[in-house]
């Protein structure tokens, strides 16, 4: 594969990954998170998970990592949706 797929693969997962970064900073931030769909997002970790099984079975740390920090990132949105409703 080449470098430049390789670099837009990483670009993707660093994008997809940090983007829940602002959701969890504004909930921590307001103490308030109403406006989070703890459905949507309960499933969205379901997903998630289910790629990091599937990253161990094909042997991929790019998909591993990406989707282990993503899963760290949305389950402390729904634990923080469950403290602050």
């Known amino acids: 594969m080449s470098f430049s797929v390789e670099l837009l693969g990483a670009l993707a997962a ?4 940090l983007c829940w970064l602002p959701q ?8 308030q998170a109403s406006g989070v769909s ?13 790629w990091c099984v599937y990253g161990v079975l094909i042997a ?15 389950l402390a949105i729904v634990g923080l949706k469950l ?3």
Request: glycine residues 4%; aromatic residues 14%.
């Open 60 to 74: 991929s740390w790019p998909v591993i990592a990406a989707n282990a920090v993503t899963l760290f990132f949305i």
């Open 38 to 50: 703890l459905a949507t997002n309960a499933a969205l970790a379901s997903g998630v998970f289910l």
């Open 83 to 85: 403290r602050y409703g």
């Open 24 to 31: 969890l900073f504004k909930i921590v931030r307001e103490r």
């Open 14 to 17: 660093v994008t997809t990954t």
